[in-house]
């Protein structure tokens, strides 16, 4: 089973700030086939990213994903007050498919 | 505009049964995989099970393999779950979820409590 380790559990950061959070996978994920999500409270999650740097339609260009392998990055370039929330990741490379633990962006 | 309903969920004592159904709308139902993704209170995303499009390739988590069906009514544009032998720590909102790989729609979640 490949196991995602997200950090930071919890960021702390102001309107207008950059974000970075990491998905660091136990196994080289193949291929990139890594995705991101927001979810917020009582909501279902979002699809943010696919195989890895992919936006999903829609979404807003301050959000980028990067990286291969075993390490992954989502970026929020200036966090807008609706960027508040849970992110995930998640590998569709082999199954079991797996999330991350989650970090979450709240505000300082 | 797509449109995933999850329904079904409860509360139900242990070694007990429930049927979750997700109904869906606006999308081709049969060209899509279809899969459930539950999270249980305050915790993370897992995985729970998914279907291909033909109902030949299914996939199941090993916390629930031999205890939840998947199945889908195509002509019904419908999804179930039928979860027999439920424990405590199968408590969690259940969302059905389009796709097998990153799904980019989701229903709205079921609740179900397992507790005696």
């Known amino acids: 089973e490949i196991v995602l380790t997200q950090s930071p559990g919890t960021l702390s950061l102001s309107p207008g700030e950059r974000a970075t959070l990491s998905c660091r996978a136990s196994?080289?994920?193949?291929?990139?086939?890594l995705a991101w999500y927001q979810q917020k409270p009582g909501q279902a999650p979002r699809l943010l990213i696919y195989g890895a740097s992919n936006r999903a339609a829609g979404l807003p260009d301050r959000f980028s994903g990067s990286g291969s392998g075993t390490d992954f990055t989502l970026t929020i370039s200036r966090l807008e007050p609706e960027d508040f929330a849970v992110y995930y990741c998640q590998q569709y490379d082999k199954t079991p498919l797996t999330f991350g633990g989650g970090t979450k962006v709240e505000i300082k | 505009q797509v449109q995933l309903v999850d329904s079904g969920g409860g509360l139900v004592k242990p070694g007990g049964s429930l049927r979750l159904s997700c109904v869906a709308s606006g999308f081709t139902f049969t060209d899509y995989h279809m899969s459930w993704i539950r999270q249980a209170p305050g915790k993370g995303l897992e995985w729970v099970s998914y279907i291909n499009t033909s109902g030949s390739g299914i996939y199941y988590a090993d916390s629930v393999k031999g205890r939840f069906t998947i199945s889908r009514d195509d002509a019904k544009n419908s999804l179930h779950l039928q979860m027999n032998s439920l424990r405590v720590e199968d408590t969690a909102v259940y969302y059905c979820?389009?796709?097998?790989?990153?799904?980019?729609?989701w229903g709205q979640g079921t609740l179900v409590t397992v507790s005696s």
């Open positions: 196994q080289s994920v193949t291929s990139s086939y």
């Open positions: 979820a389009r796709g097998n790989k990153y799904p980019g729609y």
